[in-house]
C-alpha cells in the first residue's frame, strides 16, 4: 500500500496541540496550523501575508526580534516565554521555540515557531505573588515586599554612597474609626486614606502597609532635611481633610516618625525601629506632626 508521507506530514502539522506559525525571511506568515487560529483567533486566510509582528504586544516587537535573531545566530535555536495578541485584542503568554529553516543550498528562508499557550499558569504566578507580596485590602506592598525593597535600596545607597528614608506613619484616632462604626467602615478609611496618600508621593516610592492602621513610606533620592520635612507636611496635608464615614464627615490624621539611612541604620530591623520610635514621640506631641528618629 502506497503512503502518501507529504500528506500526513501536512495532517499531523495541522493537527498538533501547540502553535505552529510558519513564516518567510522577512517575518510575513505563510503557514499556520488549527493550533494557532485557536491561540491567536486569526483563520489561515486571514493571517497568510501579514507579519508576524501582528501576533506581538506592540511595545513587545522589537525586543522580540532581537532576542530571537541573536540566540538563533549563536545556538541555532530560540526559546522564552513572551506575551502575544490575540485577535480580539486581549493579552496572553505563550512559551516559544523559534527554529531557522533553510534551503537545499543552506540559505534561510524563513522560521518556525511553536507556541504553547501558558497563560494561566502566569497568571496563577502571579496571584500568588500577589497574595506574597501585596496587602490585600489597599492594594500596596505588605512588610515582606517593603522589607525586600529596603534591602535593594541599602545595596545601591551603599554602591552609589547616596541615602534614603523610612517614613513610619500611624493613623491617629483610627481606633475610634472602628469602635464607633464598624470594621467595614474602617476598611473604607483605609483605602481612602492610601489613596489620597498615593497621589501625594512619586511613582517610584514604595507606600506600604505593615500593619492595621501603620503605614511606611520608603523615599529614595531625597535626602536633604528641608525636602524630607516638606514630603512630611505633604504627607499630613493629604490626609487632613474630612473622610466620610456612615454619611458623617470624620477627622483623622497621622503621626510620623523618619529614618534616614545610614545615619539611623544600616540595615532594615535597626530602621524600620528607629522610625517606628520617632513615630511614638510624634504621637506624644498629639499628632499629625513629624519626628526624625
Not at 110 to 123: H, K, P, S
Not at 277 to 286: D, L, P
Request: aromatic share 8%; hydrophobic share 40%; proline share 2%.
Amino acid at each position: 500500500m502506497d503512503v502518501d508521507l507529504s500528506a500526513l506530514r501536512a495532517q499531523a502539522f495541522n493537527y498538533l496541540f501547540d502553535a505552529v506559525v510558519v513564516t518567510d525571511a522577512a517575518g510575513i506568515v505563510i503557514d499556520w496550523n488549527s493550533g494557532s487560529q485557536q491561540l491567536y483567533g486569526y483563520s489561515k486566510q486571514e493571517i497568510v501575508g501579514q507579519p508576524v509582528s501582528l501576533l506581538h504586544v506592540p511595545e513587545d516587537s522589537a525586543s522580540i526580534t532581537e532576542l530571537v535573531i541573536s540566540s538563533v545566530e549563536q545556538h541555532g535555536k530560540w526559546t522564552g516565554e513572551i506575551r502575544f495578541l490575540h485577535k480580539d485584542g486581549s493579552i496572553g503568554w505563550v512559551e516559544s521555540m523559534c527554529v531557522p529553516l533553510f534551503d537545499d543550498n543552506q540559505e534561510f528562508i524563513g522560521a518556525l515557531g511553536i507556541n504553547r499557550d501558558i497563560t494561566e499558569r502566569i497568571e496563577d504566578a502571579q496571584r500568588m505573588l500577589n497574595l506574597a507580596c501585596y496587602d490585600q485590602l489597599t492594594q500596596i506592598p505588605n512588610r515582606y515586599l517593603l522589607m525586600d525593597r529596603v534591602k535593594q535600596a541599602i545595596e545601591r545607597c551603599k554602591r552609589m554612597n547616596t541615602k534614603f528614608s523610612l517614613f513610619y506613619m500611624d493613623l491617629d484616632e483610627f481606633k475610634k474609626i472602628n469602635d464607633t462604626y464598624g470594621h467595614c467602615h474602617g476598611d473604607a478609611v483605609l483605602i481612602e486614606a492610601v489613596a489620597r496618600l498615593r497621589k501625594a508621593i512619586r511613582d517610584s516610592d514604595t507606600l506600604a502597609r505593615i500593619g492595621g492602621d501603620e503605614f511606611v513610606l520608603l523615599l529614595e533620592d531625597i535626602t536633604d532635611n528641608n525636602d524630607i520635612s516638606h514630603m512630611a507636611d505633604i504627607l499630613i496635608g493629604a490626609l487632613d481633610k474630612p473622610f466620610t464615614v456612615a454619611e458623617q464627615n470624620v477627622l483623622l490624621n497621622c503621626s510620623i516618625g523618619i529614618a534616614t539611612f545610614p545615619e539611623s541604620g544600616d540595615n532594615f530591623d535597626t530602621l524600620i525601629k528607629a522610625a517606628d520610635f520617632a513615630m511614638y514621640k510624634s504621637k506624644r506631641q498629639g499628632g499629625a506632626t513629624y519626628r526624625f528618629g
